[in-house]
């Protein structure tokens, strides 16, 4: 068994691609263009991929290619990914039989009603017809391929994909950013450990038994090590992956939805030491709006950016809270702190979590005040 360590820090390799037009006609490859040579993690493409599994999708994995095909009928566009979910190919797909006609802006400056005559007559030098089909032109831009493919006279399909070199780099340095995944290099104990339901045994003393596909667990399933880590729930690819529960002793029990081995979505998790959350995850960090508990009577609801308060949110105490915006954990900005009890409350500008500036208190006998602070303390 190999586990793949959590990473918290997103590589995000921004290439430029160039051109023989002209400054005037050049144009750049667009938010999909990027998403090329980019693993799952990438935040605009596992937006994209979790928009599109909201409707008509189809997955499939290839083990004669190692490509792992993500197709949505309704968005007229397919994501082929490596075995390591690294995006090496998108196509872009016009009205058809089962396509609904891609509705975003092509990459490249294309469109589907770019006429077969305009290529045909040099209109875009860049592209020249492929030598054994002359409905199909291409080009190169540096690390990215594309391909038009025409029909009736107009471009039917869009793919651009990453060069073998620039995915051979990819592969290596976004390896970085797996979570969790079981290689499948144990001894097959019981049932069909290929395509199928079985059960497969280590020498460390994991145990793996559910679902499998092309030799990788990949479906529904249940692990557990001599370490006392256990998994119940989704995989894809040997990745921890959709709905599951796991349970890391010593760190933290977590129930909600894993994404690329990591937890990414909504989830609920419980500390060793005994604080917990429920809400939003991302890349295994807390991260969007979520609930944090102390204790039953010490929380903070609100806004969360890299595991810290960070946003609009309230701060609750035994005696009240402080509730408005937060850095890093701490009051930063405009809030409000009230005191339960006296039902006295006290707004203004904390820096840092320190009071600093003009505050004004309000006392129900005594009406409103204004007190001056600095570094916290009243002057």
């Known amino acids: 068994m190999k586990f793949y360590g959590y990473s918290y820090i997103i590589a995000l390799f921004i290439f430029v691609l160039g051109s023989t037009e002209s400054r005037a006609q050049r144009h750049e490859p667009g938010k999909y263009g990027y998403m090329v040579g980019q693993c799952i993690t990438y935040p605009p493409l596992l937006d994209l991929y979790e928009r599109i599994n909201q409707e008509q999708v ?8 190692g490509t792992y095909e993500v197709t949505s009928y309704a968005y007229g566009i397919k994501l082929l990914f490596n075995r390591n979910f690294v995006l090496r190919e998108v196509q872009f797909y016009d009205s058809g039989y089962t396509f609904s006609r891609f509705q975003d802006t092509l990459p490249f400056g294309l469109s589907f009603n770019q006429a077969l005559k305009s290529y045909e007559n040099f209109n875009y030098p860049d592209f020249t017809k492929d030598t054994f089909n002359q409905y199909v032109y291409h080009a190169d831009f540096d690390l990215v391929h594309v391909k038009k493919y025409f029909k009736s006279g107009k471009i039917e399909i869009v793919k651009i994909y990453a060069s073998d070199t620039f995915m051979i780099g990819q592969d290596a340095r976004l390896s970085k950013e797996w979570g969790m995944r079981l290689i ?7 049932g069909d450990c290929f395509k199928g339901v079985g059960k497969m045994k280590w020498p460390t003393g994991l145990e793996y038994e559910g679902e499998w596909e092309s030799g990788i667990p990949h ?3 249940s692990f557990r090590d001599s370490s006392g880590i256990e998994y119940s729930g989704g995989f894809k690819l040997g990745f921890l992956w959709g709905e599951g529960k796991l349970k890391i002793p010593g760190q933290f029990t977590y129930s909600g939805d894993m994404v690329y081995g990591k937890r990414v979505g909504e989830g609920n998790a419980t500390f060793a030491n005994g604080t917990r959350y429920t809400g939003d995850w991302d890349r295994d960090q807390m991260h969007g709006v979520g609930h944090f508990w102390y204790s039953n009577s010490f929380h903070y609801k609100g806004e969360f950016a890299r595991n810290q308060f960070n946003g609009k949110g309230r701060l609750t105490s035994p005696e009240g809270y402080v509730e408005g915006s937060f850095h890093n954990g701490k009051p930063h900005g405009y809030c409000e702190q009230v005191v339960v009890r006296s039902q006295t409350k006290l707004s203004g500008y904390w820096v840092n979590g320190k009071k600093q500036g003009k505050f004004s208190l ?10 001056n602070f600095k570094d916290d303390k009243e002057i």
């Open 58 to 65: 189809n997955e499939s994995f290839l083990p004669s290619t």
């Open 184 to 190: 499948p290099d144990g001894t097959c104990v019981s």
């Open 362 to 371: 309000y006392n129900p006998v005594q009406g409103t005040t204004t007190l």
């Open 219 to 221: 479906g529904v399933g």
